[in-house]
């Protein structure tokens, strides 16, 4: 009957029995035990599933409300951007509020006007009218494209100044001022603030040799001419040509402008690349040095090239007729005559019998067709006079050049022409620029040349002509060339020897 009571009758007691039986002959539930268990339910359940995958099923639907369920919860706990509560602070004057502003340190971007100005006090009183300086003290300089009266006139001197000032030293720069001279300017106090101030001092580098002072005394402005002693004895250099004859010149003390005329020189001599280690270089340029330091450097006068092996090169530079020109050692100018190539390009059609390109038939080419780039400069072929240039017919854009003893060129075909009738050109001179004006398929250059009228083959005719000294004007060349060459090699101190120059004073 107990057992009975207990445990329940066959029929309905036996699955509590069994369950009840089960559960306490089972081993107590570890915490690693529902920590899988949890894993193994949460792998099971996918609590946060890819929204990306599945879209539309119960488990998409489940993880969207889980994710509105997050973010509503985050929104709700969050704490807000309420200002922090604090105690009132003291109720300030304008004035005061101005002051305490001007001293604090505030973003610029929320207006902040620190370090501009200081918040007035008892102590500041307002001015009626701001003092001025009594003098202005200015250190100007000439620009490479400037003048000095705008010079002077950037700076703020008066133009009834600048106009005194040019007045008084026009005579002084004749060619104007170098670019770069350095100005130092004094201007004085003005008598009202209606009206300029005042120049009441000037000083620059007129010259080389000369400096030119102005200065203000009793209303009137004064110069003062300060002489400045200049050693124009020509510089010499030489030297061994090493890896290369430029960077040797360049180590030795060489100005680059003197290096590259001396190459140019040579190379109309020699083959600059037939140039080999060991050759020795000899150059002469005038060279003017003050003795304040400042240099100018002239034109190349001398260019020497002794070499080891090969010919030997001696030129040097020599007035005849009123033209300047490199004369060798013996007295023989420099050829003068046809270029290589009037354009640089190459002949893309020969002189002779041709189907025209465009009329489409055959006819004399009468000339010479040099491919160039579109807007190369052409350049003539030898000295002379401009005698047409204009547009031509066929020829389009065309300048015709006559040389003197028969013999004229034309240039055909140009995109704009650079040379006037009548106009006398020398070597090597732009005359004009490729084009495809008139009869043309092309940008191209057509060159004709002509003997007594007739067109010939340009390729067929080579004319030169050279100048040749002789007499007392081949002995004075040979005596200028003997006392370039007995130069001392580097510079000469001078100013040793000699005294000071007195400055030169000269009335209102």
């Given amino acids: ?272 690349g037939s140039i080999a280690a060991g050759d020795r270089y000899d150059i002469v340029t005038d060279y003017h040095r003050a003795e304040t330091g400042d240099v100018e450097v002239g034109e190349l006068l001398y260019a020497g090239l002794k070499r080891a092996r090969g010919k030997s090169v001696d030129m040097l530079k020599w007035t005849k007729d009123g033209r300047t020109e490199w004369f060798e050692a013996s007295g023989v100018g420099e050829r003068r005559g046809v270029l290589t190539s009037p354009v640089a390009g190459r002949i893309s059609s020969g002189f002779g019998m041709r189907s025209h390109p465009i009329l489409r038939y055959r006819r004399l080419h009468a000339g010479v067709d040099f491919a160039a780039r579109y807007g190369s400069p052409i350049y003539a072929v030898t000295d002379g006079v401009i005698s047409y240039a204009g547009r031509h017919g066929g020829h389009g854009n065309y300048v015709r050049i006559e040389h003197g003893s028969g013999l004229a060129t034309g240039y055909a075909h140009m995109s704009r022409i650079a040379a006037a009738p009548g106009q006398r050109v020398r070597r090597g001179q732009v005359i004009g620029y490729v084009g495809s004006t008139g009869l043309s398929t092309g940008p191209h250059l057509h060159y004709e040349l002509y003997r007594n009228g007739q067109v010939v083959n340009p390729l067929s005719v080579k004319f030169t002509t050279t100048a040749q000294l002789a007499g007392s004007e081949l002995a004075a060349f040979r005596a200028k060339l003997a006392q370039y060459q007995g130069l001392r090699v580097g510079l000469h101190d001078s100013f040793a020897q000699k005294a000071p120059a007195a400055p030169v004073a000269q009335g209102k």
């Fill in 1 to 272: 009957m107990f057992q009975d009571s207990q445990f329940g009758s066959q029929q309905g007691g036996a699955p509590v029995s069994l369950w009840l039986a089960d559960s306490l002959a089972r081993t107590p539930v570890t915490p690693q035990d529902w920590r899988s268990r949890l894993r193994d339910w949460a792998d099971e359940v996918e609590l946060a599933p890819d929204l990306g995958q599945r879209i539309g099923s119960l488990t998409w639907f489940r993880g969207l409300a889980t994710c509105f369920g997050l973010c509503a919860t985050a929104l709700y706990l969050s704490p807000g951007f309420q200002p922090v509560p604090g105690a009132p602070g003291p109720q300030l004057s304008d004035a005061h509020y101005d002051e305490v502003r001007s001293q604090m340190i505030t973003p610029l971007a929320l207006g902040a006007d620190s370090g501009h100005r200081m918040g007035p006090t008892d102590a500041v009183q307002p001015l009626r009218e701001t003092p001025e300086r009594p003098q202005i003290e200015l250190n100007a300089q000439v620009g490479s494209s400037d003048s000095l009266p705008r010079a002077l006139s950037r700076a703020g001197v008066s133009s009834g100044d600048v106009s005194t000032v040019m007045a008084m030293v026009s005579g002084d720069i004749d060619g104007g001022v170098k670019p770069g001279t350095r100005l130092d300017i004094l201007l004085g106090r003005r008598a009202s603030r209606d009206r300029p101030r005042p120049l009441d001092r000037l000083a620059f580098r007129a010259r080389l040799d000369l400096s030119v002072e102005l200065t203000r005394a009793g209303g009137v402005l004064s110069v003062k001419r300060i002489p400045i002693r200049v050693d124009n004895t020509p510089l010499r250099i030489q030297g061994v040509v090493g890896e290369s004859i430029y960077r040797s010149a360049r180590a030795a003390g060489a100005p680059p402008s003197a290096v590259q005329a001396f190459l140019r020189v040579i190379a109309q001599q020699v083959d600059l």
